[in-house]
């Protein structure tokens, strides 16, 4: 009656474990605790009692979940360390596992909750914190830590052929804070392409009278050169510290080679290359595999992303509120205030919406989903460097684990730790 939960309850130490012997079923109605030893006992006193008319007399269906079934199999600890697993107190929901924990264990159907991006309430994210500035007071103030990590993330496009050389290089910076929310700093693009602009002939003159920009290494219009200075450029904080981009990553998926050759030349361990999984354009639901994964290829410099999996979770953190009392969850995302044209709607967070999941389905069941563009007129190159940003924190780490036995099995909390 008071709104409080009920249902299984258990508490977690102060390193966010799971403290076995608190685990409980708390009664619904009079709110009296119940221990699993005592779950036989009820059992056998229990009543089944239909809430449906079956269509035919001698039809009846019920729903059953995990908690109730026999000691001696799934306990309720178990149970419990299971929910965790999928949906960790200070980590991303991992909706793989979730869907089977509902499916197996709750006897419920999963409702995919990530189809499409909207981003209308994200944008109700929009802090006071201007373009360009790392929040660091902010983070501290909101309850969220220390800005522990920055991230920067690139995305390439255009066409390099014999004929055209004209491409666009589109980035974004994003600082991640000691309990897991996210600032985003700064967005831009190195070149000015634009699929599609030479079919108008009303752009022509727009085409002579601009400078296109190349993949090419050692020319004026090198995106490698505008690049390069983002990356080494110190950025200035609310508290008057000088941060500088911790973890860089660069899309290598177009234009391979020249890419290689940028990430190869940079000494600094912490400018990678990225790639998208392309053994199987659907991700499969059943599948667990890791996001992020080392690749042989490039001296060790070469991650494989999977990105549809890297998407689901960035629409699982789009879908994140802040609490009445202003707590900000894990994933929690905050934008600065839009100015010059950026973050805006237009220039920024229609790019987030761009994509939809489009499952695959067999026989009436779904087998595996895919992120697919909504049209091909659309723009997500900001969608991709978000999603990028994501799999930098995991990277960073990576790399931080096989730098040293000492950080072998070293975890982003233990990271913010040590930073803090």
Not at 44 to 53: F, N, Y
Not at 81 to 110: R, S
Not at 201 to 210: F, N, S, V
Not at 399 to 413: C, D, G, P, Q, V
Request: proline share 3%.
């Amino acid at each position: 009656e008071d709104g409080s939960y009920s249902g299984m309850k258990w508490e977690l130490n102060d390193k966010s474990e799971l403290i076995p012997e608190s685990v409980h079923y708390e009664c619904q109605n009079c709110g009296g605790k119940i221990q699993e030893k005592d779950k036989q006992t009820l059992n056998l006193k229990g009543k089944w009692i239909a809430t449906e008319i079956p269509k035919r007399p001698q039809f009846r269906s019920y729903q059953l979940n995990a908690i109730v079934i026999p000691p001696g199999f799934t306990s309720w600890i178990d149970l419990v360390y299971k929910w965790l697993e999928a949906c960790p107190p200070n980590g991303f929901i991992d909706n793989d596992k979730l869907k089977a924990f509902v499916n197996t264990q709750l006897g419920q159907t999963w409702e995919d909750k990530g189809t499409i991006i909207k981003v209308s309430e994200l944008m109700n994210n929009t802090r006071s914190y201007e373009v360009g500035v790392v929040p660091d007071n902010a983070s501290s103030v909101a309850g969220n830590g220390k800005i522990v990590l920055i991230t920067l993330a690139a995305d390439l496009g255009g066409i390099m052929n014999d004929e055209i050389e004209d491409v666009r290089l589109d980035w974004e910076i994003v600082a991640h804070s000691s309990n897991g929310q996210t600032y985003h700093i700064n967005h831009g693009s190195i070149g000015t392409f634009k699929r599609g602009r030479k079919k108008a002939k009303a752009e022509i003159k727009d085409d002579t009278d601009r400078d296109k920009y190349t993949y090419a290494h050692g020319q004026k219009f090198s995106v490698w050169n505008d690049l390069r200075k983002i990356i080494e450029n110190g950025l200035r904080s609310q508290s008057g510290d000088l941060y500088s981009i911790d973890m860089t990553v660069i899309d290598t998926g177009h234009f391979t080679r020249l890419a290689y050759e940028f990430i190869q030349n940079e000494s600094n361990p912490f400018v990678v290359g990225i790639k998208g999984y392309a053994e199987d354009e659907y991700r499969k639901v059943s599948k667990d595999t890791p996001i992020i994964s080392r690749s042989r290829e490039n001296y060790g410099k070469l991650f494989i992303l999977q990105v549809n999996q890297l998407k689901d979770i960035f629409a699982s953190n789009i879908k994140l509120r802040m609490g009445m009392d202003g707590y900000q969850p894990s994933g929690f995302m905050n934008f600065p205030q839009p100015e010059q044209g950026k973050y805006t709607m237009r220039g920024y967070f229609s790019h987030l919406e761009a994509e939809k999941r489009v499952p695959l389905e067999k026989d009436g069941v779904e087998v595996g989903f895919a992120w697919k563009k909504k049209s091909t007129s659309v723009e997500n190159h900001f969608l991709d460097v978000c999603v990028y940003n994501l799999a930098a924190k995991d990277i960073f780490i990576d790399i931080l684990r096989r730098s040293s036995s000492k950080y072998a099995k070293l975890t982003f909390e233990e990271f913010a730790q040590m930073i803090e």
